[in-house]
């Protein structure tokens, strides 16, 4: 059975930095994309950022809003992927999700495109 679970949410002040994990069990995620995404309170889910099968900076996309502040990392041999969030601010309130896509792959912007999700944790950065 595949299970996704976050861990590393909290309540933290405007730049501050948390980092979040993933720890991903049931089978080889490899071959995945894994992704993070988040929503917050009568929000849609929406793409933060995503990691390519082969672990590199040249695979892995962020939403415009995070780029330069979180980074996504990955370690295939151990099924885990981490998200390094620097520099928070009150926009980056949500609860975060990590998921996983298997090939063949689709759209990494997409919530549709992925078949295995965690529980999520929420992040609260006060002003």
């Known amino acids: 059975q595949v299970q996704l679970v976050e861990s590393g949410g909290g309540m933290v002040q405007t730049g501050d930095s948390l980092r979040l994990s993933c720890a991903a069990s049931g089978r080889s995620f490899s071959l995945y994309y894994m992704a993070w995404f988040r929503q917050a309170p009568g929000k849609e889910r929406e793409f933060v950022a995503a990691l390519g099968w082969s672990a590199g900076a040249g695979n892995t996309n962020y939403d415009d809003s995070v780029r330069g502040r979180f980074t996504a990392s990955r370690d295939s041999a151990k099924n885990t992927v981490d998200l390094q969030m620097n520099r928070l601010k009150p926009e980056d309130t949500a609860v975060y999700y990590c998921?996983?896509?298997?090939?063949?792959?689709?759209?990494?912007?997409?919530?549709?495109?992925?078949?295995?999700w965690g529980q999520g944790t929420q992040v609260t950065v006060s002003s």
């Open positions: 998921a996983a896509m298997p090939p063949p792959w689709r759209a990494y912007r997409e919530p549709q495109s992925y078949a295995y």
